[in-house]
């Protein structure tokens, strides 16, 4: 029986979590397999049906909105939406990105693909279309995929999610979105964008409910005023027909109408096909087992990306990346910590947020302190119409002999809010503290001045009597 050829080390799952680790293993010279169930899977959710199309689709349908308000500035505009010019634009984006996301590619930079369903057929072997492969390390980065909907009459319905809407050949007049999460409130914005009357129902007290709620208030009113519809702590009970719903909310039974629903109300983990008991790798409640070193119950076998059942984002994914690289050439272990994690929900405006939330400093019973900040008196919120903005910042409680607290997190809702808090998201991973900002000039008037506007008043708190009385002292001297 011929040998399985051997591998440094395999990687399961060509997307940004795969990607993360096998690239950077193969620059390294070690002899890398890659493997994903098909040429066109590669890239993952992020590239196939996540943030690629969805950013594509917001960019779209930011542009569509735009013209259709620019009426109050005397321009007249008028016509719908084109779907298949819009598709058109997203799968050029797609396809440019694919250039350099595909077996072909890999191949010609000396990387070994093997494409289809992989299997574990012992502790350090995989199964892929009958070929057997040994690795020495093996990190599964196999993904995520939509929940389905476990729903009475969703048989009779046109349904979609996030690997199907991409694919839609109409605009629906009126969308049902199933999920008011990131996905859920980024897609149903753009569709309310491009035309579509959109209803979205959630069961929980609050949109994006992994936020502040008084940020995720403001998303609401602005969503509101586009003309969304909210359904909060609400069921859906069931499909009467199909395009009709039954929601119960507030002990009451709505009926609401549709064309088109978007499921999207969370995820599931993408292993059945994997026979992970085959090589000794343990599982809990759908996910697999493993320690804060991201290592499986099989000390060869490592988790990257939504697999390791922590945050599922690309960016976590390049986290938990880097952590394994660490980990696989230094004697030096390093474990998976989230304390400096941050995200962003690409609606308009964004909400931005890093390191600790407020839950987490109860939990933990780190002693803080809050600051807040309201974007009505910030000059560029004013002449770009965003006065709704706001800030909020979790900082070390001040102590007698530090003046110079560290950021600990927080968040931020407004246009690009991704982008201004990112020096906020330095200081914390860097400890920094918060003289850095305040001693930092800002050329005016740059938006993310404001990062500079809540030191200072937090400063302005500082000027007791006393404070007051020592300086006009020392002005005196």
């Given at each position: 029986?011929?040998?399985?050829?051997?591998y440094d080390?395999?990687?399961?799952?060509?997307?940004?979590?795969?990607?993360?680790?096998a690239?950077?293993?193969?620059?390294?010279?070690?002899?890398v397999?890659?493997?994903?169930?098909?040429?066109?899977?590669?890239?993952g959710?992020?590239l196939?049906?996540?943030?690629?199309p969805?950013?594509?689709?917001?960019?779209?349908?930011?542009?569509?909105?735009?013209?259709?308000?620019?009426?109050?500035?005397?321009?007249n505009?008028?016509?719908?939406?084109?779907?298949?010019?819009?598709?058109k634009?997203?799968?050029e984006?797609?396809?440019?990105?694919?250039?350099?996301?595909?077996a072909?590619?890999?191949r010609?930079?000396?990387?070994e693909?093997?494409?289809g369903?992989?299997?574990?057929v012992?502790a350090?072997?995989?199964?892929v279309?009958?070929?057997?492969?040994k690795?020495?390390k093996i990190?599964?980065?196999?993904?995520?995929?939509?929940?389905?909907?476990?729903?009475p009459?969703?048989?009779q319905?046109?349904?979609?999610?996030?690997?199907s809407?991409?694919?839609?050949d109409f605009?629906?007049?009126?969308?049902?979105?199933i999920?008011?999460?990131?996905?859920?409130?980024?897609?149903?914005?753009a569709?309310?964008?491009?035309g579509?009357?959109?209803?979205i129902?959630h069961?929980?007290?609050h949109?994006?409910?992994?936020?502040e709620?008084?940020?995720?208030?403001?998303?609401?009113?602005?969503?509101?005023?586009e003309?969304?519809t909210?359904h909060?702590?609400?069921?859906?009970?069931?499909?009467?027909?199909?395009?009709?719903v039954?929601?119960?909310q507030?002990?009451k039974?709505?009926?609401?109408?549709?064309?088109?629903?978007?499921?999207?109300a969370?995820?599931?983990l993408?292993?059945?096909?994997?026979q992970?008991?085959?090589a000794?790798?343990?599982?809990?409640?759908?996910?697999?087992?493993?320690?804060?070193?991201?290592?499986?119950?099989?000390?060869?076998?490592?988790?990257?990306?939504?697999?390791?059942?922590?945050l599922?984002?690309?960016?976590?994914?390049?986290?938990?990346?880097?952590?394994?690289?660490?980990?696989?050439?230094?004697?030096?272990?390093?474990?998976l910590?989230?304390?400096?994690?941050?995200?962003?929900?690409?609606?308009?405006?964004?909400?931005?947020t890093?390191?600790?939330s407020?839950?987490?400093?109860?939990?933990?019973?780190?002693?803080?302190?809050?600051?807040?900040?309201?974007?009505?008196?910030?000059?560029?919120?004013v002449?770009e119409?965003y006065?709704?903005?706001?800030?909020i910042?979790?900082?070390?409680?001040?102590?007698?002999?530090?003046?110079?607290?560290?950021i600990?997190?927080?968040t931020m809702?407004?246009p690009?809010a991704?982008?201004?808090?990112q020096?906020?998201?330095?200081?914390?991973s860097?400890?920094?503290?918060i003289?850095?900002?305040?001693?930092?000039?800002?050329?005016?008037?740059?938006?993310?001045?404001?990062?500079?506007?809540?030191?200072?008043?937090?400063?302005?708190e500082?000027?007791?009597?006393?404070?007051?009385k020592v300086?006009?002292?020392?002005?005196?001297?």
């Amino acid at each position: 029986m011929p040998q399985s050829p051997l591998y440094d080390i395999i990687v399961i799952g060509a997307g940004s979590a795969g990607l993360s680790i096998a690239l950077p293993m193969h620059e390294f010279g070690f002899k890398v397999l890659l493997i994903d169930k098909s040429d066109h899977q590669i890239g993952g959710d992020c590239l196939n049906d996540g943030c690629v199309p969805s950013k594509s689709l917001i960019h779209v349908a930011r542009q569509v909105y735009q013209a259709n308000h620019s009426q109050e500035f005397g321009m007249n505009i008028s016509g719908k939406v084109d779907m298949s010019k819009v598709w058109k634009y997203v799968k050029e984006r797609q396809n440019i990105i694919r250039k350099h996301e595909n077996a072909a590619f890999f191949r010609n930079m000396g990387i070994e693909v093997a494409l289809g369903t992989a299997s574990f057929v012992s502790a350090d072997e995989i199964e892929v279309s009958g070929q057997v492969y040994k690795g020495k390390k093996i990190v599964i980065a196999t993904g995520s995929r939509p929940k389905k909907l476990q729903i009475p009459g969703i048989e009779q319905v046109k349904w979609y999610d996030n690997q199907s809407i991409f694919a839609i050949d109409f605009l629906p007049d009126k969308l049902l979105v199933i999920g008011g999460g990131p996905i859920g409130v980024e897609l149903g914005q753009a569709f309310s964008r491009l035309g579509s009357q959109v209803s979205i129902v959630h069961n929980k007290a609050h949109i994006l409910d992994k936020e502040e709620p008084e940020i995720t208030t403001i998303l609401q009113e602005r969503l509101l005023k586009e003309g969304i519809t909210f359904h909060l702590q609400a069921e859906v009970l069931s499909f009467t027909n199909s395009n009709t719903v039954a929601v119960r909310q507030d002990d009451k039974q709505l009926s609401l109408t549709f064309d088109a629903v978007l499921v999207a109300a969370g995820r599931e983990l993408n292993i059945e096909s994997l026979q992970l008991s085959t090589a000794g790798i343990e599982t809990e409640n759908g996910n697999i087992k493993v320690n804060k070193y991201l290592q499986t119950t099989n000390k060869h076998v490592f988790v990257c990306g939504d697999v390791a059942g922590n945050l599922k984002f690309s960016h976590a994914a390049e986290q938990q990346a880097t952590i394994l690289l660490n980990n696989f050439l230094s004697p030096l272990k390093k474990p998976l910590d989230n304390k400096h994690m941050s995200w962003v929900t690409f609606t308009d405006p964004e909400v931005a947020t890093f390191g600790y939330s407020l839950k987490e400093l109860k939990d933990k019973k780190i002693a803080f302190e809050k600051l807040s900040l309201d974007f009505d008196e910030d000059d560029r919120a004013v002449v770009e119409d965003y006065q709704y903005g706001k800030l909020i910042l979790y900082i070390e409680q001040k102590k007698l002999l530090n003046q110079n607290p560290k950021i600990l997190g927080g968040t931020m809702i407004a246009p690009n809010a991704g982008e201004l808090i990112q020096e906020l998201i330095l200081a914390n991973s860097a400890g920094m503290g918060i003289e850095a900002l305040f001693n930092k000039i800002y050329p005016y008037p740059t938006a993310s001045a404001v990062n500079k506007r809540i030191i200072l008043n937090k400063k302005r708190e500082q000027l007791t009597p006393f404070v007051k009385k020592v300086l006009h002292t020392l002005y005196n001297i």
